[in-house]
């Protein structure tokens, strides 16, 4: 594959995945609303998810949120890999999912939810710029720099799963003081 071919791959991959994570941003309550899912149990239900994804992140293993070999080995022989499993689990899985329809759900004012839609924005963007200087980076940090950087992003990923849960099993439980 060329670096314009990965390119165009990272471009389409992003830009769904961004829209994906922005459509549940927006439709996440009429969504739990249809399935009659309280936000609290979303809260512990993406928290357990995010955990399990930061633990493997910790143990430097590829995510169970993630995709099977033959699903990998389908994808790898077609031209729409950027859907699936680019797009879709790896970069707006069930994690990212539950994250966006709980923040916000959080939050009441338009100012702050207009604030969550541009930080999903910007983090895609982010995500683009990362993708596309990928081969930069790793000949920067190198194998083991990657190794302790995913490490790191795990523990912090597994502090906000730890208060995303706790938050959402507080207030399921009415354990307020």
């Not at 922005?22 to 996440?28: D, Q, Y």
């Not at 709980?102 to 963007?125: G, R």
């Amino acid at each position: 594959m060329t670096r314009d071919e990965k390119n165009e791959i990272a471009k389409k991959s992003v830009t769904l995945a961004c829209s994906i994570a922005l459509f549940f941003a927006i439709t996440g309550s009429v969504i739990l609303n249809l399935f009659s899912i309280s936000v609290d149990s979303l809260r512990v239900a993406g928290g357990l998810l995010l955990f399990s994804i930061a633990f493997d992140m910790m143990h430097a293993k590829i995510s169970r949120e993630s995709i099977t070999d033959e699903e990998i080995s389908e994808s790898q022989e077609r031209a729409d890999i950027w859907i699936f499993p680019i797009g879709l689990p790896l970069l707006t899985g069930p994690g990212t999912i539950s994250t966006v329809i709980v923040l916000m759900e959080s939050t009441a004012s338009l100012e702050q939810k207009i604030i969550i839609l541009v930080s999903i924005i910007l983090t895609f963007v982010l995500c683009l710029y990362i993708f596309l200087f990928s081969r930069r980076i790793h000949e920067l940090i190198g194998y083991n720099g990657m190794l302790v950087f995913t490490r790191l992003m795990g523990l912090l990923l597994a502090a906000l799963a730890v208060d995303l849960t706790s938050t959402g099993l507080i207030n399921i439980f009415n354990l307020t003081n």
